[in-house]
């Protein structure tokens, strides 16, 4: 049964569909669920810096098998209901019921949500560990486009993965898999972290051969802190390159250095995508608007100023 949602968001807002349809890039940015009251006050200071440069979307992402719903739905409806921005839901598959997963849907329906990001989600051991459904639940982000679209006019985001999933058996089969989303309703894609600008457009490509062209939205993290980086990478299953290593290391134990070749390293790659044709960026802030603020401040920048 559809939730009966109007045509558009708050506000007189459109959904991340009609935006990149009309021509227009997508920036937006991403934050994960405060985990007490001073992550909290970290989160919407971020949220408020960030908010002056007019995203796309905003977003909040579950926790690892997926803990956190409870505050990621609130979180998401605050500011849909307390800001000028637009969110995209995080709605993961992992231990949720199919009559959980409606139930999700409607907080977010009611809250005026239309954008969702469906994901399968990954295990609490990390994406390469073996997925166990929930017994009443969904076995592939597939089966969550199609239940998302099934209950009102959604627009729906895909995770896309440039080096190819942990558990995917060639790049041309998750390629396959990213083109069946898209069949299924999926209306968008947000990709992995990832370092090369190649990976990218390679995934583009092979998605293009199947016969899909839904946007493939760069997912962009940047380097302040390498052995953290190093961490995100595994968990992820991307593949931190020596020539990026190389050159955040070379500053050894000098902070302020690494942080900043690692901003001018995430720019060039931006840059890069844009000229390429990339229908926008997406940035994996960590609840700290500094870094991404830098870069979107140096792709704004005119030419020669």
Not at 260 to 279: N, Y
Request: include cysteine; glycine fraction near 10%; proline fraction near 7%.
């Amino acid at each position: 049964m559809a939730l009966g949602l109007p045509s558009r968001m708050p506000g007189g807002a459109e959904t991340v569909r009609d935006l990149i349809a009309a021509g227009e890039r997508s920036f937006s940015f991403e934050f994960f669920p405060p985990k007490d009251e001073q992550g909290e006050r970290q989160l919407w200071t971020a949220l408020r810096e960030l908010e002056a440069l007019q995203p796309t979307f905003v977003s909040v992402t579950y926790g690892a098998g997926g803990s956190t719903r409870d505050r990621t739905v609130r979180v998401t409806e605050r500011i849909a209901q307390d800001t000028s921005m637009t969110p995209l839901a995080h709605l993961t598959c992992v231990d949720h019921s199919r009559e959980t997963l409606r139930s999700v849907i409607g907080s977010y329906a009611a809250a005026g949500v239309r954008n969702v990001l469906a994901l399968r989600g990954d295990p609490s051991e990390g994406p390469a560990a073996p997925y166990t459904a929930h017994p009443e639940g969904l076995r592939y982000a597939v089966e969550l486009v199609e239940l998302v679209k099934s209950l009102g006019d959604f627009c729906v985001g895909v995770a896309a993965f440039p080096e190819g999933h942990p558990s995917a058996e060639s790049l041309d089969r998750d390629a396959w898999v990213l083109a069946e989303k898209a069949r299924a309703g999926a209306d968008f894609a947000i990709t992995q972290l990832f370092f090369r600008p190649e990976d990218y457009f390679g995934l583009v490509d092979r998605l293009t051969a199947l016969g899909v062209d839904i946007p493939v939205i760069p997912g962009i993290m940047p380097i302040t802190n390498l052995a953290q980086i190093r961490r995100m990478a595994e968990l992820s299953g991307a593949e931190l390159p020596p020539h990026v290593v190389e050159r955040v290391s070379k500053h050894g134990d000098d902070p302020a250095a690494v942080r900043a070749e690692g901003i001018a390293l995430a720019t060039e790659l931006c840059d890069t995508l844009l000229q390429g044709g990339a229908p926008g960026l997406h940035f994996y802030t960590l609840n700290r608007s500094k870094a991404t603020r830098e870069i979107f401040a140096g792709l704004r920048a005119p030419v020669g100023g």
